[in-house]
């Protein structure tokens, strides 16, 4: 581990992880299989095994331990995102055609489901690696947990598309929910394959709810201010689903009346130009919001390296501290 680098370690991760998925997400009818690992093979990040493994090796377990958790949860966020993008009418995700524009709704909406289940089948894996059954059970509370949270915060964001009136304190609640509890329960999965000293797993958890968050927020700046080819789906999709990101929300704080009441004719309406988004996106920039967003995602970014003093001092926590800093700095 002396000297690998962030993307290096993200490679190596995504490459065991992804051929754990392949092996073990495959079988009959092919279609549904083919739909189920369509995103898989399309790339990504894959941040949130490579939380599970940095934390896990970071505590001195062997990676092949931490690897079912791993995949568990790129499977649970790959689901999300194959139901997401039929939420919001998305076309394209990380430079493909979303599941549905291949396999039709009705398949991809099968497919996600599948998911769901494959996770925790592959997470009992983990027992054929040394992890104790104990340890297995407490990760799989922590994982369901989160998606109950994810689908929660889900429900908020779609419900905040009615409401002029979010706060900024129910977007951080929504985000901790929506994006935060799955960061987190990678974090405390990566501890539980290593160790089960809840004073660990508890730091572990800040830091993956930190994470998660400011993760979202610079997600957020990317979809108003980031480069398409780039981060792989449309810009501006957010003001056409009406999201009520921290970038609104802030602006309608700031504008005057004639400028809320112009971004307000463009949010969330479907059938917008993309000159008019633009004109949009323009009005929220001008506000300051985008150095208001990055201020509060580096607070986050802060907390969560700030939670990692609890592990040891390795190649590994030095890779996590790294991913803190790459969730605001990074344009992908």
Not at 4 to 29: C, T
Not at 115 to 130: I, P, T
Not at 147 to 174: C, S
Request: aromatic share 6%.
């Amino acid at each position: 581990m002396q000297g690998v680098d962030l993307k290096s370690y993200a490679r190596s991760v995504a490459r065991d992880v992804d051929a754990f998925i392949l092996r073990n997400v495959s079988g009959e009818p092919r279609e549904l299989y083919d739909a189920a690992v369509h995103l898989v093979k399309a790339g990504g990040k894959r941040l949130r095994p490579m939380i599970v493994v940095a934390a896990a090796e970071a505590l001195g377990a062997e990676r092949e331990a931490a690897i079912p958790f791993a995949a568990a949860v790129e499977i649970v966020h790959t689901y999300t995102l194959i139901h997401d993008d039929i939420i919001d009418e998305d076309e394209v995700r990380r430079g493909v055609p979303a599941v549905h524009k291949v396999w039709g709704i009705p398949l991809a909406i099968t497919a996600g489901d599948m998911l769901s289940a494959k996770a925790f089948e592959v997470m009992v894996k983990a027992r054929d690696y040394g992890v104790p059954v104990e340890r297995i059970v407490k990760a799989v509370e922590t994982l369901s947990s989160s998606m109950v949270r994810v689908a929660e915060g889900q429900a908020m964001d779609i419900m905040f598309e009615d409401r002029m009136d979010v706060t900024l304190e129910e977007y951080l609640k929504m985000v901790y929910l929506k994006t935060g509890a799955l960061f987190e329960a990678s974090a405390a999965l990566g501890g539980l394959a290593a160790t089960d000293d809840e004073r660990v797993i508890r730091s572990l958890r800040e830091y993956g709810k930190c994470l998660g968050i400011a993760f979202q927020i610079k997600d957020d700046i990317l979809g108003l201010a980031g480069v398409e080819e780039k981060i792989g789906k449309p810009v501006y999709s957010d003001l056409r689903e009406g999201k009520r990101t921290i970038l609104v929300i802030y602006a309608l704080s700031k504008l005057d009346q004639q400028g809320r009441e112009k971004l307000l004719s463009v949010l969330g309406r479907r059938d917008a130009t993309r000159e008019e988004l633009e004109e949009a996106a323009e009005l929220i920039k001008s506000t300051g919001a985008i150095e208001y967003a990055t201020s509060i995602a580096e607070e986050y970014a802060n907390r969560a390296k700030a939670a990692l003093s609890v592990l040891p001092d390795t190649p590994q926590r030095r890779i996590l501290e790294e991913l803190a800093a790459f969730s605001v700095k990074r344009q992908v």
